[in-house]
């Protein structure tokens, strides 16, 4: 059964700082790999979506990067603004059943 | 373009009541539709999936059942609501190369 887990839960860094989010799962047949974004009481925006044949992909301030290998991905905000306060989802989508498995979400706030 | 549309947006329902929600997906066909559900200060939990009419996969035992009674309409009912039940429900279109998420829907059972 897949497991996806991020760390850290919760993350509070000043304006203006870079930072990295970090997403683990423990099966590495996956089709692929989506980064989320959650604002409160609000349903799920995509952010980045990661191919398993790929590295990494870049949106603007964003880089996710994946190693399917060890079971992990990173999402590298740089220049955080207080617009990025959000919950992080990471999610994998495995490979034969075609199930989205959603990890445990990592909760940024960025000072202004 | 391929849309996702569910409804109602929040709903607030008497313990024991009868529940169904509705997701409907547009610009496809056979697609795969799950529905997830977010109880308060929690993750994402997959609850059923489908990959075909008639064709419902459950991953937790609940309250809760789902039905495909058409090939782009995927149904979440329940027949006796509890408080449990309470929470952020999603409708979910998946693909190998994306996924589509519906609005979600609020519900609090009172």
């Known amino acids: 059964k897949q497991e996806v887990t991020q760390i850290p839960a919760a993350l509070s860094v000043p304006e203006g700082e870079n930072l990295v989010l970090n997403c683990s799962f423990t099966?590495?047949?996956?089709?692929?790999l989506q980064w989320f974004r959650q604002d409160p009481g609000k349903g799920l925006t995509s952010l980045l979506l990661?191919?398993?044949?790929?590295r990494e992909q870049t949106s603007g301030r964003l880089n996710a990067s994946l190693d399917k290998s060890s079971g992990r991905s990173t999402l590298y905000i740089a220049a955080s603004q207080p617009g990025d306060s959000a919950t992080y989802l990471c999610?994998?989508?495995?490979?034969?059943?075609?199930?989205?498995?959603f990890g445990t979400g990592t909760r940024l706030t960025i000072i202004p | 373009s391929q849309t996702i549309h569910q409804w109602p947006a929040t709903l607030v329902q008497p313990v024991g009541s009868p529940l169904s929600l509705e997701c409907t997906v547009e610009?496809?066909?056979?697609?795969?539709l799950y529905w997830y559900r977010q109880a308060a200060g929690r993750g994402l939990q997959l609850l059923f999936y489908?990959?075909?009419?008639?064709?419902i996969s459950s991953e937790v035992p609940q309250n809760l059942s789902a039905s495909r009674p058409q090939d782009r309409q995927f149904i979440l009912s329940s027949k006796k609501l509890l408080l449990s039940d309470s929470g952020f429900y999603l409708c979910?279109?998946?693909?190998?190369?994306?996924?589509?998420f519906g609005q979600g829907t609020r519900l609090t059972v009172v």
């Open positions: 979910a279109w998946i693909r190998r190369t994306e996924a589509f």
């Open positions: 099966d590495s047949a996956i089709y692929n």
């Open positions: 990661i191919q398993s044949s790929q």
């Open positions: 999610a994998v989508l495995n490979f034969g059943n075609e199930k989205l498995t």
């Open positions: 610009g496809t066909s056979n697609p795969n």
């Open positions: 489908s990959v075909g009419i008639g064709q």
